[in-house]
């Protein structure tokens, strides 16, 4: 009969259910699980986009730090 007009497959939930634990988990308390659950969808990708801006910009700096630190052998 194929994929149902309606509903979520389960590989879907198991996307959705990876961004609220992300969103719960790095938003330093922040947001809890509810929050993020009740949350619209517009609000929830522009916090999700926000925290891989923000990962990443730390990474750059955090690898900029370390390419102009001298080693110490």
Do not use: W
């Not at 609000?43 to 926000?50: A, I, P, T, V, W």
Request: charged share 25%.
């Amino acid at each position: 009969m194929g994929q149902p007009f309606f509903g979520l497959t389960s590989e879907n939930k198991v996307q959705i259910h990876k961004m609220l634990f992300t969103l719960a988990y790095y938003s330093n308390g922040a947001f809890n699980f509810e929050q993020v659950y009740n949350m619209p969808v517009y609000l929830r990708n522009f916090y999700m986009k926000q925290l891989e801006e923000t990962k990443e910009k730390e990474a750059d700096l955090v690898k900029s730090n370390q390419r102009s630190k001298p080693s110490k052998r």
